[in-house]
């Protein structure tokens, strides 16, 4: 019977899994459409429209698991997003096709990515984030969404993408469906995988920072990879990046704003590898402008050691 349940249980997970990652497309593919028929720009709509929908599995998952007074995995789930997506996606992305930086990502958004990483480990400290700290994390991201804003209004009407196909009606249902269906997944990932995490011995904190961590960062590994092999460079290193800063502005605050999240001390020790890798990606693209697929190579290999040692010990 045990047995049973447990791969009812993996078994939901994947149905969890698949639901997250169509939705965020969905998601992505409406609101894209409207980000380019304004005239955004490629790193923008990386770093806000893109970055916001494949972060939606991780809103979604963080919430819903705060709410449910699993805030290991709410907050584990964040932190181990972050650390797959600077680690895998960004240098899987990388090992496909080197990726050059534009000035406004190594100035700006590297620095919001290296300042917010510091901010939410020091707020982690006491191994807790409460509701001001949550709600301090938020008007942060929405200075950040500002300065965003303006840096694509500013382009001048030349610059911005030609042939973009227009937003139509049929967008606003992909937008909300794709939504819907990420809070269905969202709720289902949790819930099993918590089970899972009680049947393996395993605790909560491990489970959100690896294998629910994997599976709301299946969007933002998707969109990378094919960004990179279609050569849109900005739309990949943004969708990464962006991806990070709203994980740790937008949604640990809005699950903190919610209700107070304590976790483990293992976060600590979490906290401080994301922090190495998010001071390293930064140096990388800062150094020559680029992230090689050696660089690539690098991060991913780094990041699957780490990842292995989280699960054996």
Do not use: K
């Amino acid at each position: 019977m045990a047995a049973t349940a447990v791969l009812v249980d993996v078994g939901l997970v994947v149905v969890a899994v698949v639901a997250l990652w169509g939705g965020a497309a969905q998601f992505v593919a409406g609101a894209s459409r409207l980000a380019r028929l304004i005239g955004l720009s490629e790193l923008v709509i990386g770093l806000t429209v893109v970055a916001f929908g494949t972060s939606a599995p991780e809103f979604a998952v963080t919430i819903d698991a705060a709410l449910a007074a699993s805030t290991d995995i709410s907050v584990g789930n964040v932190v181990g997003s972050n650390i797959l997506n600077l680690g895998f996606v960004l240098g899987g992305a990388a090992l496909i096709r080197a990726m050059p930086a534009s000035r406004e990502l190594i100035q700006r958004d590297a620095v919001v990515l290296v300042g917010s990483t510091v901010l939410v480990f020091l707020l982690l400290g006491d191994l807790q984030v409460s509701r001001l700290e949550g709600l301090t994390l938020v008007v942060l991201l929405a200075g950040y969404l500002f300065v965003l804003a303006r840096s694509g209004a500013d382009r001048r009407p030349e610059e911005t993408e030609t042939g973009a196909v227009p937003f139509r009606p049929l967008d606003l249902v992909r937008l909300v469906g794709g939504l819907a269906v990420v809070v269905a997944g969202a709720h289902l990932l949790v819930t099993s995988a918590s089970d899972l995490a009680r049947v393996a011995g395993l605790s909560e904190w491990v489970i959100g920072l690896t294998v629910v961590a994997l599976g709301t960062s299946t969007p933002e590994l998707a969109t990378s990879l094919v960004a990179a092999r279609r050569g849109q460079s900005g739309l990949s290193a943004g969708n990464i990046v962006g991806s990070c800063v709203f994980n740790f502005l937008g949604v640990l605050g809005v699950a903190a704003a919610l209700t107070p999240l304590p976790v483990t001390a293992s976060a600590i020790d979490s906290m401080w590898w994301v922090l190495v890798i998010a001071v390293v990606v930064a140096f990388l693209f800062w150094s020559r402008n680029v992230l090689s697929r050696r660089e690539g190579g690098l991060l991913v290999g780094l990041n699957t050691a780490n990842w292995v040692l989280n699960l054996l010990v």
